[in-house]
């Protein structure tokens, strides 16, 4: 994972968390958490660029801020005597939100971005080369047996 994509994970956790505990307690921190998941979603889009694999985490971002403008909506209505949330309700939320958070950090880890080196030179034609070696195989066609074997890569680009 790069860098805003880490940062973007470690404030969805934290929103999530605040969340989760603002069903039952009031809290300003909410709001700041998931004002700054948003502004660090859109620094990883403006710096990094958009990824498919980061939607989960797109979602559980604008998902924390949706929440944190309907608490405090909630909480301007409602008279002091009046009770909490649902626990169940909440607990369900926290569930599902924290499995979001999951797919949110395991999709950018398992998927990751492959950076080939700019093309130099006058054309847009790059070039990389690769010396692999496969040590589970022994090489039974070359000249030396029992050699792990070998293999030369040259992608273009």
């Given at each position: 994972?790069?860098?805003?994509?880490?940062?973007?994970?470690?404030?969805?956790?934290?929103?999530?968390?605040?969340?989760?505990y603002?069903?039952?307690?009031?809290?300003?921190?909410?709001?700041?958490?998931?004002g700054?998941?948003?502004?660090l979603?859109?620094?990883?889009?403006?710096?990094?660029g958009?990824?498919?694999?980061?939607?989960p985490?797109?979602?559980?971002?604008?998902?924390?801020?949706?929440?944190?403008?309907?608490?405090?909506?909630?909480?301007?209505?409602?008279?002091?005597?009046?009770?909490?949330?649902?626990?169940?309700?909440?607990?369900?939320a926290?569930?599902?939100?924290?499995?979001?958070?999951?797919?949110?950090?395991?999709?950018?880890?398992?998927?990751?971005?492959?950076?080939?080196?700019?093309?130099?030179?006058?054309?847009?034609?790059?070039?990389?080369t690769?010396?692999?070696?496969?040590?589970?195989?022994?090489?039974?066609?070359?000249?030396?047996?029992?050699?792990s074997?070998?293999m030369?890569?040259?992608?273009?680009?």
């Amino acid at each position: 994972m790069r860098t805003f994509e880490i940062l973007l994970a470690v404030a969805n956790g934290l929103t999530l968390a605040l969340a989760a505990y603002s069903f039952f307690r009031r809290t300003r921190w909410l709001g700041y958490f998931a004002g700054a998941a948003v502004l660090l979603g859109i620094a990883q889009v403006a710096v990094e660029g958009p990824r498919w694999q980061l939607s989960p985490a797109y979602a559980l971002t604008c998902l924390g801020f949706m929440i944190w403008g309907l608490l405090t909506l909630r909480r301007k209505k409602r008279a002091p005597e009046q009770a909490s949330a649902n626990p169940f309700i909440a607990t369900s939320a926290f569930v599902l939100g924290v499995i979001a958070l999951i797919f949110s950090i395991a999709l950018p880890v398992a998927l990751p971005v492959f950076v080939f080196p700019s093309p130099a030179g006058s054309y847009a034609i790059g070039t990389v080369t690769y010396h692999w070696t496969d040590t589970a195989r022994p090489e039974v066609f070359g000249p030396v047996h029992r050699k792990s074997r070998e293999m030369m890569v040259q992608i273009w680009y």
